[in-house]
Structures are given as structure tokens and as C-alpha cells.
């Protein structure tokens, strides 16, 4: 069974930085992407980042390619999110998920979620 555990939330002023973690694990093959989504209250979860762990490409979403970069260590299946020069705007519950059939960020086409972490960014 596919899990994925978020970590790495909390706190921080404007401008500061956060590293976020998503472990994963129960995957039978390794053709499957792990994404980064955040959803801010009264909005739509959007993608931010996403890894193809049979190549190890990655896309970062336009809007935070400057301050965003996402990373991954496969001998112990994590996916990283390092955010810098975060503002509030970034304030939102961040998800990782897992698409087993291809690379994308859209949320339709991931199977799975982790319960996903609060990140709050005070002004």
C-alpha cells in the first residue's frame, strides 16, 4: 500500500526559509512521480513542484521556481521541498501526493495523498 508522510510545517516570518519532507513508501515500481500541492483556505489545491522517480526530472511550477526547488534522496525514498523567501501567500496546508501513470501536477491524475503539513508565513 502506498503511504506518503508529509513533514517539515510550521511557522516562519516573511522571508524566511522551510524544508519540507515526504517520505514515501509501497510502491512496486519505480515509474511513479511524488508532487508537491499546497491549498490555502477558500482556494483550489494547486501544484508546485513535482519529481519522476524513474528519471529523476523535476518541474517547478512558474510561480515559485525562484524561491522553490524540489529534491529527492531514493536511497531513503524522500522528496524534498526546500522553500525560501517565503511571503505570506505561501501560507497554505502543503500535500505531497503520487501519480503511478505519469508526470504532471495536475491534481486528477494523483492517486494517493499524504495529510499534508501547515505551513504558515507571518508578515
Known amino acids: 500500500e502506498v503511504q506518503l508522510v508529509e513533514s517539515g510545517g510550521g511557522l516562519v516570518q516573511a522571508g524566511g526559509s522551510l524544508r519540507l519532507s515526504c517520505a514515501a513508501s509501497?510502491?512496486?515500481?519505480?515509474?511513479?512521480?511524488i508532487g508537491w500541492f499546497r491549498q490555502a483556505p477558500g482556494k483550489e489545491r494547486e501544484g508546485v513542484a513535482c519529481?519522476?522517480?524513474?528519471?529523476?526530472?523535476?518541474y517547478v511550477a512558474d510561480s515559485v521556481k525562484d524561491r522553490f526547488t524540489i529534491s529527492s534522496d531514493n536511497a531513503k525514498n524522500m522528496v524534498y521541498l526546500q522553500m525560501d523567501n517565503l511571503n505570506p501567500g505561501d501560507t497554505a496546508v502543503y500535500y505531497c501526493?503520487?501519480?503511478?501513470?505519469?508526470?504532471?501536477?495536475?491534481?486528477?491524475?494523483?492517486?494517493?495523498w499524504g495529510q499534508g503539513t501547515q505551513v504558515t508565513v507571518s508578515s
Open positions: 501526493g503520487a501519480d503511478l501513470q505519469g508526470m504532471s501536477l495536475t491534481v486528477v491524475d494523483y492517486e494517493f
Open positions: 519529481f519522476a522517480r524513474s528519471d529523476g526530472a523535476t
Open positions: 509501497g510502491f512496486i515500481f519505480d515509474t511513479y512521480t
